[in-house]
Nanobody, 115 residues
Framework: QVQLVESGGGLVQAGGSLRLSCAAS????????MGWYRQAPGKQRELVAA???????NYADSVKGRFTISRDNAKNTVYLQMNSLKPEDTAVYYC?????????WGQGTRVIVSA
């Protein structure tokens, strides 16, 4: 049973923008804080943005002011608007609950930012 489906990644030049989407099953999404994570080659997965069920948000310092997380509770979907992208944003991006227990990770969506 697929529970998390990320989409919207791609290849973009530095300074460009992308909007990622994550469709989640209701049992994961409802009443839960959700997060966007990323894993760059050779690095550990890190949390980049999170949003609570009542839309309180927080961001990693590395993306603050450039990324915006949002959610549509009616669609069980969380978004990540990424602006002013930098080559160091290159990674596979995943969504999941903000706090454990995490559900099975989806395939993620790959973002490549060229210099």
């Amino acid at each position: 049973q697929v529970q998390l489906v990320e989409s919207g990644g791609g290849l973009v030049q530095a300074g460009g923008s992308l909007r990622l989407s994550c469709a989640a099953s209701g049992s994961i999404f409802r009443f839960n804080a959700m997060g966007w994570y990323r894993q760059a080659p050779g690095k550990q997965r890190e949390l980049v943005a999170a949003i609570t069920s009542d839309a309180s948000k927080n961001y990693a310092d590395s993306v603050k002011g450039r990324f915006t997380i949002s959610r549509d509770n009616a669609k069980n979907t969380v978004y990540l608007q990424m602006n002013s992208l930098k080559p160091e944003d290159t990674a596979v991006y995943y969504c999941n609950r903000r706090y454990s227990p995490f559900v099975s990770w989806g395939q993620g969506t790959r973002v490549i930012v060229s210099a």
